[in-house]
């Protein structure tokens, strides 16, 4: 048995944040982690995709040389080295992560954990890594186990390592596939599809809703499947997947659109058709923790109906994103030591790494429209864009709504190169409660893509500049 402050279920950006934060306030902490530290994100999701996406801009932007002025020998590329790149890049990551769980002195215990019944906490039995179990007795838990790749045996949407993958499977083949389908065009689906197709295979991405990354805003959607169209890829909307059949030269993908049926075949399939939370294993229907599909429900600050019991990230419903999860960890932890910080929701931005990239916070323009608001609506491109002429990346724009009575910023969205390193601009003044008046009167650097932006708040109340 141990005496621990804190005990954190899963390493992942939300779990090892939590215990980095919880040490910083001199709780004695402890984290489990039964495969790599850094979770999936920096071992299988976010950082080494971000990897591979470099690879592939690259490689495409040595396609167009001629536009700007140079010459090069014929594009080639070596397979191996671009996963090598990316695993390498990850390893980097989940050894940073060992440093700094060493340097804030919190104890890593390799392993899965079962939770039983404890006070004042539930008690976690730990099956090692090494062999044999220990058990931990901790003040409190924060369940941080994250999600996986949901699949579809029924209708053959399972991975098989061969002509099925998820995203763990498209991140380290053996080769890279003449053809693809890629089944779900959330972030996931978008990105793979993105990377694939600038290394030249043919692409078509299946999406069961009426348009492409359907959370994103409806002009942004329809802009996105334009600018991607022009790359190559090919889209079908509004299909359901009915069956998909592997054999061992490719797969057929059997579709209904339209009421009518439709068939692909590509070398390889990835499935993105969402996520589940991993809630297997861990003892909570015998402690009475409530699931809803496949999520654990907490309250404003992570709180389980279970005493001692949080949750954050994956495991506690969408959105699915890692900087949710920190930020969850971070106000989490707080809430346990007594800081009374606010609760978890604040503005939470979205990125998808293709190119262009895509980049939102706060309301669509629909949301706010069916929640009842008047709204001020601004928009600015980014072919007008002085920097993104000169460097080439014109493609895409900046959109943001306001409230019309108040001038409350509601959300922000944008399609272009590099937006996802703009949009925490936009979150910041969602955060900070900002309207047009003190986004107007903010000085933005010139020459910068990020003109746009202001550009576009002057556009909702009619003082654009350049347009």
Same mark, same amino acid.
């Given at each position: 048995?141990?005496?621990?402050?804190?005990?954190?279920?899963?390493?992942?950006?939300?779990?090892?944040?939590?215990?980095?934060?919880?040490?910083?306030?001199?709780?004695?902490?402890?984290?489990?982690?039964?495969?790599?530290?850094?979770?999936?994100?920096?071992?299988?999701?976010?950082?080494?995709?971000?990897?591979?996406?470099?690879?592939?801009?690259?490689?495409?932007q040595l396609h167009h040389l001629g536009d700007y002025g140079l010459s090069a020998d014929k594009p080639a590329y070596d397979f191996d080295k671009v996963v090598q790149r990316s695993r390498k890049v990850a390893a980097t990551l989940n050894s940073g992560v060992g440093f700094l769980m060493k340097k804030n002195k919190i104890e890593v215990i390799e392993g899965t954990a079962r939770l039983e019944k404890g006070s004042p906490a539930p008690k976690a039995v730990i099956k090692l890594k090494a062999g044999g179990e220990r058990t931990v007795q901790a003040r409190n838990v924060i369940l941080a186990t994250g999600a996986r790749a949901r699949t579809i045996p029924a209708i053959g949407l399972e991975p098989d390592g061969e002509r099925v993958w998820t995203y763990r499977e498209a991140m380290v083949p053996k080769a890279a596939p003449a053809s693809l389908v890629v089944i779900?065009?959330?972030?996931?689906?978008?990105?793979?599809?993105?990377?694939?197709?600038?290394?030249?295979?043919? *692409? +078509? &991405?299946?999406?069961?809703?009426?348009?492409?990354?359907?959370?994103?805003? #409806? @002009? /942004?959607?329809?802009? %996105?499947?334009?600018?991607?169209?022009?790359?190559?890829?090919?889209?079908?909307?509004?299909?359901?997947?009915?069956?998909?059949?592997?054999?061992?030269?490719? *797969? +057929? &993908?059997?579709?209904?659109?339209?009421?009518?049926?439709?068939?692909?075949? #590509? @070398? /390889?399939?990835?499935? %993105?058709?969402?996520?589940?939370?991993?809630?297997?294993?861990?003892?909570?229907?015998?402690?009475?923790?409530?699931?809803?599909?496949?999520?654990?429900?907490?309250?404003?600050?992570?709180?389980?109906?279970?005493?001692?019991?949080?949750?954050?990230?994956?495991?506690?419903?969408?959105?699915?994103?890692?900087?949710?999860?920190?930020?969850?960890?971070?106000?989490?932890?707080?809430?346990?030591?007594?800081?009374?910080?606010?609760?978890?929701?604040?503005?939470?931005?979205?990125?998808?790494?293709?190119?262009?990239?895509?980049?939102?916070?706060?309301?669509?323009?629909?949301?706010?429209?069916?929640?009842?608001?008047?709204?001020?609506?601004?928009?600015?491109?980014?072919?007008?864009?002085?920097?993104?002429?000169?460097?080439?990346?014109?493609?895409?724009?900046?959109?943001?709504?306001?409230?019309?009575?108040?001038?409350?910023?509601?959300?922000?969205?944008?399609?272009?190169?590099?937006?996802?390193?703009?949009?925490?601009?936009?979150?910041?003044?969602?955060?900070?409660?900002?309207?047009?008046?003190?986004?107007?009167?903010?000085?933005?650097?010139?020459?910068?893509?990020?003109?746009?932006?202001?550009?576009?708040?002057?556009?909702?109340?009619?003082?654009?500049?350049?347009?």
């Amino acid at each position: 048995m141990s005496d621990l402050d804190l005990l954190v279920i899963g390493s992942g950006p939300g779990g090892y944040v939590a215990a980095i934060r919880a040490a910083q306030l001199g709780m004695k902490t402890a984290i489990v982690e039964r495969e790599a530290l850094g979770g999936i994100c920096l071992n299988w999701g976010c950082i080494p995709t971000k990897a591979l996406l470099k690879t592939g801009e690259v490689y495409e932007q040595l396609h167009h040389l001629g536009d700007y002025g140079l010459s090069a020998d014929k594009p080639a590329y070596d397979f191996d080295k671009v996963v090598q790149r990316s695993r390498k890049v990850a390893a980097t990551l989940n050894s940073g992560v060992g440093f700094l769980m060493k340097k804030n002195k919190i104890e890593v215990i390799e392993g899965t954990a079962r939770l039983e019944k404890g006070s004042p906490a539930p008690k976690a039995v730990i099956k090692l890594k090494a062999g044999g179990e220990r058990t931990v007795q901790a003040r409190n838990v924060i369940l941080a186990t994250g999600a996986r790749a949901r699949t579809i045996p029924a209708i053959g949407l399972e991975p098989d390592g061969e002509r099925v993958w998820t995203y763990r499977e498209a991140m380290v083949p053996k080769a890279a596939p003449a053809s693809l389908v890629v089944i779900g065009s959330g972030a996931i689906g978008i990105e793979f599809a993105s990377f694939y197709r600038a290394l030249g295979a043919d *692409v +078509t &991405v299946v999406e069961m809703l009426d348009r492409i990354v359907p959370v994103e805003d #409806a @002009e /942004v959607s329809a802009a %996105a499947q334009k600018a991607f169209e022009r790359r190559g890829l090919k889209f079908r909307v509004g299909a359901k997947v009915n069956r998909l059949s592997k054999s061992k030269s490719g *797969v +057929t &993908v059997e579709l209904e659109v339209g009421g009518k049926a439709e068939s692909l075949q #590509a @070398e /390889v399939a990835i499935v %993105a058709v969402g996520i589940v939370g991993n809630v297997e294993g861990l003892g909570l229907e015998a402690l009475g923790v409530k699931i809803d599909r496949s999520h654990v429900v907490i309250d404003g600050h992570g709180s389980t109906c279970v005493a001692g019991l949080y949750a954050i990230g994956d495991i506690a419903g969408p959105p699915w994103l890692a900087h949710k999860a920190s930020h969850e960890g971070i106000q989490c932890v707080e809430h346990i030591a007594g800081l009374k910080p606010s609760n978890l929701a604040s503005p939470i931005p979205g990125c998808t790494y293709s190119e262009p990239q895509i980049a939102s916070v706060g309301l669509t323009e629909a949301q706010a429209k069916e929640g009842g608001r008047e709204v001020k609506v601004g928009r600015f491109p980014f072919r007008v864009n002085g920097k993104a002429i000169a460097a080439g990346a014109t493609e895409g724009f900046v959109k943001t709504v306001f409230d019309a009575k108040t001038g409350a910023l509601l959300g922000a969205h944008m399609i272009g190169h590099e937006v996802t390193e703009m949009i925490q601009g936009f979150t910041l003044a969602i955060t900070l409660e900002a309207t047009e008046a003190e986004l107007m009167a903010t000085v933005f650097p010139h020459p910068t893509m990020s003109e746009a932006m202001h550009e576009s708040v002057l556009d909702a109340y009619g003082r654009a500049l350049h347009i």
